[in-house]
């Protein structure tokens, strides 16, 4: 506490004592104002003591000043240090990032909007009119909204964890979850996708908790070309390629990206996580690459977009995945309008859209009770 009234200047610690140095200061200023206005080599010697009394002090001053200064909050070491404590060679810095033309406008230009988000931020999307995603951002401000309010909800449930999100498109997720503290981790492999994550990320100033990783989850290490739908650049996928042809259609200007497996990156176990997976039919190759870090992490809360004709081709593998997730003590739900529906892991056939036959796809969370 400082008091900077005429009558004294008194700073105080946790011991609620006079720092030193200031009290000595203060006793000084008020022994010179008492000294004659002819000063003699006696009243020197007197000012000369008082200050080396005051000199002195020093050491004390700077160890009590230390302790006071302790006890300001500067918030906790998870949440100032994030990107001083893990780093990959896939890890590519927002801020180094251009603006890069794409196949959905002639001319680049940023388009921002004012999300609905609680707390709402800046997002960069494409035209709202050649794109499907940036559509329903544009109108709804905010993409999967439902599915985003319960990842947030599980990111608030728990306060040290951190948010994984696999098949980040232009960010809608990771920026949301970005927005409310939490360290983030996003695989986007499409330069047009992630050109504008970076543009978010870096108008919010979210630089210092968000870790982007251009490449795909796989189950072992692969070179693919990205295949683009027309009017959805979120619908991305990845389509497996040799060597010699990712040579060969690199120079005809197709994309070529790199994937790993999630194993491979040493991300954070010690700490709760949340994860969000949507590559496009590609999901069970990302899980199947990601089983010792599942086994490891303390998974809290993951949502997944399936599709019934996947599940159904791989029926073992599927099964064997979804054992391990309930071993960690998650439960699926289908997220319906409106309510979530329990699902059986043991029973495949119960996996599919509520109004099958017609949707392809559907989404299913697996959490824990408490959230």
Same mark, same amino acid.
């Given at each position: ?14 011991? #609620?004592?006079?720092? @030193? ?35 002195? #002090? ?55 909007? #004012? ?12 035209? @709202? ?84 990783? #251009? ?22 996928? %990845? ?33 709760? %996580? ?25 998974? %809290? ?62 989404? %299913? ?7």
């Amino acid at each position: 506490m400082v008091d900077t009234s005429q009558e004294h200047i008194h700073i105080q610690n946790n011991d #609620t004592k006079p720092i @030193p140095l200031l009290s000595a200061s203060a006793e000084i200023i008020k022994k010179a104002k008492t000294l004659p206005k002819k000063i003699t080599s006696k009243h020197a010697l007197f000012l000369f003591l008082f200050l080396l009394a005051g000199a002195m #002090t020093l050491p004390a001053f700077l160890y009590e000043s230390k302790l006071y200064m302790s006890n300001f909050d500067y918030g906790s070491e998870s949440e100032n240090q994030n990107l001083k404590t893990w780093t990959s060679e896939h890890l590519l810095d927002c801020q180094t990032i251009a603006l890069v033309k794409d196949n959905t406008d002639s001319q680049r230009s940023s388009i921002f909007v #004012t999300t609905t988000t609680d707390p709402s931020f800046e997002m960069s999307i494409y035209d @709202p009119k050649s794109d499907y995603v940036s559509g329903f951002i544009h109108r709804d401000g905010c993409w999967e909204c439902d599915l985003l309010k319960k990842m947030l909800h599980a990111l608030s449930s728990y306060p040290d964890s951190y948010f994984l999100d696999i098949g980040g498109n232009i960010g809608m997720w990771t920026l949301a979850a970005a927005n409310v503290q939490k360290e983030t981790f996003t695989f986007e492999p499409l330069k047009e996708n992630y050109s504008r994550f970076c543009e978010s990320v870096n108008k919010n100033s979210f630089n210092d908790r968000v870790h982007l990783l #251009t490449i795909a989850a796989t189950q072992t290490e692969q070179v693919f070309r990205l295949k683009i739908p027309r009017k959805n650049m979120g619908g991305t996928s %990845v389509v497996p390629v040799t060597a010699d042809d990712a040579e060969k259609v690199s120079r005809d200007g197709v994309n070529i990206i790199k994937g790993v497996s999630i194993d491979s990156l040493n991300l954070p176990t010690d700490r709760p %996580v949340v994860m969000k997976m949507d590559v496009e039919g590609h999901e069970l190759q990302a899980l199947l690459g990601a089983l010792e870090f599942m086994r490891e992490a303390d998974i %809290v809360h993951l949502s997944i977009e399936h599709r019934t004709a996947k599940l159904q081709e791989q029926r073992d593998k599927w099964l064997a995945v979804f054992k391990l997730l309930s071993s960690k003590g998650l439960v699926p739900f289908r997220a319906d309008p409106g309510k979530d529906t329990e699902l059986d892991p043991n029973n495949l056939d119960e996996w599919k859209h509520f109004s099958h036959p017609r949707p392809r796809h559907f989404d %299913v969370i697996w959490k824990r009770n408490k959230v």
